[in-house]
């Protein structure tokens, strides 16, 4: 009788507070992120966890939010972002909180921190608004064991980059990542990353992939990545889905059938995407791989010896022709330290700026003289939209930014960085229609979580984390555009992370309620 007393005392307490939330969302459309059509109900949030969903209209709470005419869904989260080193300048991420974005995986196209537990401990000490995963780079293990060089590892470089990347997937790291396009990853073959990405998947870890070419070559690069995910057992994700320059255009066709043809084969396949037919890159993309071997001294030493100059010029040449291209005007400078002033002006522009004549041939040294200042950041319009729209429609396509937290008012920054997701669902579903508002939040929330193992977000659902955004579906829509990219999205009421509201009546709140979210790796 004691015992029975005692055990009613105790869940008295419980039952009672299961009607006092410290959050309650009442009157939305919920969209819960499965696909599913959206219906009419209440959220009941207590300890950062959604803890009811459904008629509460007789619960209390500290406080409500009323989301009568909106939208109710899971945050968003950005499988495909680069945030290595901007954390320290703005942790509260406002370009991505301000588009509903609560989660980003981070580390992506072979670039990371190869420390994890240094790097968890720096997320940990500053608090961020948004949570962070993140990917281990494949190009910075390399780097780390053997440098730029230019050739296969040894059996011993091989053995430690695979500890290297082993020991990140027990630290936390969700995944490996790749840049076989940029300098030292375009130096591997196949095989190495095979070995490291074996070495991920014992953890559980998904392969991204930054392929080897998205032009020309584009199919032969998605057949390596789904050889890739096969050979380590893994699976696949390859990252902003695209093709480049107009001999391509339209391959969208065939690429969207091979990783539908993998996936019909039993690979784990998925893509992401960003919606805008121009990419952002540096500008050393437009010079040979070649000239890097070595590192970044070594490029510098070529460019000082008038043959190398002469060889690498015609090559970059050889590359616009073949791309179509009559000139660089299609290639726009974001970021240029040593003269903010050429921010936002094309190659075309800067030349004629240097006095030099409206030629290719002048243009290339325009670029030479630029890089050899150091890394340039560009964006290059090269791709198409039907493309663009056929990817969208996939419905193994997520939305990713491919940005990293922007610094407000500085610089020229691809404009999605502040756009990506509220112009899909302004731009593509709201006004041009092609795809749904349930799809496209499918896209953004619940698929991601299930690629990346963040099995407690990405669904509003009982239990889960309360990761969650409040939207006008009739008004949200990007503002950030290629000659003015430092706009926030508008539409997003409320963004919660964690259950601690961030964005709050339309503004970020200063809050910094975001987690570290480590991968499957971890005891």
Partial sequence: MKRFALLLLLALPLCSFAQTYDLLIKNGKIIDGTGNSW????????????????????????????????????????????????????????????????????????????????????????????????????????????????????????????????????????????????????????????????????YKGVYASHIRDEGDNVNDAIEE??????????????????????????????????????????????????????????????????????????????????????????????GLKKNEMKDYS??????????????????????????RKAKAEEETETILEMIKSGRVQMVYFSMNEDDLQRIMKYPFSMTASDAGIAEFGKNMPHPRAYGTNARVLGVYVREKKVIGLEEAIRRMTSLPAQKFKFNDRGLLRESMKADIVVFDPNTVSDQATFQKPHAYSTGFKYVLVNGQVVIDEGKHNGARSGEVLLGPGVN
């Fill in 39 to 202: 219906y009419y109900g209440d959220i009941g949030i207590w300890s950062g966890k959604i803890y009811a969903i459904g008629d509460l209209a007789n619960a209390k709470a500290v406080r409500t939010l009323d989301a009568k005419g909106q939208v109710v869904a899971p945050g968003f989260i950005d499988v495909h972002a680069h945030i290595e080193g901007d954390e320290l300048d703005v942790p509260t991420a406002d370009n991505f909180i301000y588009d509903g974005v609560t989660t980003v995986v981070t580390g992506n196209c072979g670039g990371s921190n190869v420390d994890m537990k240094s790097y968890f401990h720096r997320l940990d000490s500053i608090g961020m608004s948004i949570n962070v995963g993140t990917l281990i780079g494949h190009n910075s293990v390399r780097r780390a064991v053997m440098g730029d060089a230019q050739r296969d590892p040894s059996a011993e470089e091989q053995k430690q980059m695979e500890q290297l990347v082993e020991q990140a997937m027990k630290d936390g790291a969700v995944g490996l990542s790749t840049g076989l396009i940029y300098v030292p990853g375009t130096y591997s073959k196949t095989a190495e990353v095979i070995g490291l990405g074996k070495a991920a998947s014992k």
């Fill in 330 to 355: 299609y290639a726009v400078v974001a970021r240029y330290a040593p003269d903010e002033s050429y921010n936002g002006k094309n190659i075309s522009e800067i030349n004629k700026l240097k006095g």
């Fill in 225 to 318: 990545a789904v050889n890739i995910g096969r050979q380590a057992n893994m699976p696949v994700e390859i990252s902003h889905f695209k093709v480049t320059y107009k001999p391509n255009f339209g391959k969208s066709v065939s690429t969207i059938a091979q990783v539908e043809k993998a996936r019909q084969e039993g690979i784990d396949v998925t893509v992401d995407q960003y919606p805008y037919v121009a990419s952002s890159t540096t500008l050393d993309m437009v010079v040979p791989d070649w000239a890097f071997a070595g590192g970044r001294d070594s490029l510098y030493l070529r460019l000082d010896d008038p043959a190398t100059r002469v060889r690498i010029k015609k090559e970059m040449l050889e």
